[in-house]
């Protein structure tokens, strides 16, 4: 199930003309779900599935600021509701902000930016390679 997941959950993915990119590596501890938020309006661009001990490649990330937003858990589920999926965590549910911005660069530039995000849970601690928050299930799905 590793990668984008479909429009059907609310998210109109947007992608741009460079090849920009996010690396993801998710360790040991759990599954994550992504969304790639835009700083300037707060909308999601992306929403991605990863697996625990599996890696993605996110592509085309227009040009732009960017903040994540991380639910973190095992048995993802998912429904279907007023033609809408509506999915998230029902075991070890955790979540996160990144306080961290990630530029990827002004319109019309020609250099290509990438972010190698490295996430992982030991012993029930978080420990990325980039700055959190902690934040509810109702912030993670606004």
């Known amino acids: 199930m590793d990668g ?3 429009s059907s959950y609310g ?17 040991e501890g759990c599954d994550i779900a992504v969304k790639i938020i835009d700083l300037s309006n707060d909308r999601c661009i992306r929403y991605i599935f990863v697996s625990e001990n599996s890696s993605i490649t996110i592509n085309q990330i ?7 937003k991380i ?3 095992y048995d993802w589920m998912e429904k279907f509701e007023d033609g809408m999926t509506h999915g998230k965590f029902t075991r070890n549910c955790y979540y996160e902000k990144s306080v961290d911005v990630f530029d990827f660069g ?3 530039s020609q250099h290509t930016i990438n972010y190698i995000l490295n996430i992982n849970i030991q012993n029930g601690i978080v420990n990325n390679n980039f700055n959190t928050i902690k934040i509810d ?3 993670f799905f606004k």
């Open 137 to 139: 299930e109702t912030e």
């Open 62 to 68: 227009p040009q732009g600021q960017y903040y994540l």
């Open 106 to 108: 002004k319109k019309n």
């Open 11 to 27: 998210v109109k993915p947007k992608y741009g003309l460079q090849d920009n990119y996010f690396d993801i590596n998710m360790g």
């Open 4 to 6: 984008e997941l479909p």
């Open 71 to 73: 639910a973190y858990g």
